[in-house]
């Protein structure tokens, strides 16, 4: 997949349009900290390692223990449609295959249902 969508820069471009919605988002934007730029950083090669590119997030970050990395905040359905909502959005926005484009929506549902931790999925 890395491959296909063009490497690097695809996920850079896509983490860029993801978060110019994440400032204007009023749902949002309370959740991120005042400079997004090393949230960027981490989420655009996060992604790449993801999806087949080389492991520059584990040599910076260690493990991505995703959950554990976003159980400070609070993240009920209303905050996983919005983030949903400006991924959807942002991978419409930048250029690549259809199948990509197909396979990233899944993943990101799946991700962002999974972390979820308040809220009326909490109570199932």
């Known amino acids: 997949m890395f491959e296909?969508?063009?490497?690097?820069?695809?996920?850079?471009a896509l983490i860029d349009?993801?978060?110019?919605?994440?400032?204007?988002?009023?749902v949002l934007r309370p959740l991120y900290p005042d400079d997004l730029g090393?949230?960027?950083?981490?989420?655009?090669l996060f992604l790449g390692q993801y999806w087949g590119?080389?492991?520059?997030?584990?040599?910076?970050?260690?493990?991505?223990?995703?959950?554990?990395?976003?159980?400070?905040?609070a993240?009920?359905?209303?905050?996983r449609d919005a983030w949903?909502?400006?991924?959807h959005a942002a991978i419409d926005d930048v250029v690549?295959?259809?199948v990509a484009k197909a396979a990233m929506r899944e993943y990101f549902?799946?991700?962002a249902t999974a972390m979820i931790n308040s809220g009326a999925r909490m109570a199932e």
Do not use: N
């Open 4 to 12: 296909l969508v063009g490497g690097q820069p695809y996920f850079d």
């Open 38 to 44: 090393p949230g960027k950083r981490s989420l655009a």
């Open 84 to 87: 949903l909502a400006a991924m």
């Open 109 to 111: 549902e799946m991700a």
């Open 75 to 79: 993240i009920g359905p209303t905050e």
């Open 96 to 98: 690549a295959p259809e």
């Open 53 to 73: 590119g080389p492991p520059a997030y584990s040599a910076e970050k260690g493990h991505p223990r995703l959950r554990m990395r976003h159980a400070p905040f």
């Open 17 to 26: 349009a993801f978060y110019a919605r994440v400032e204007r988002d009023p």
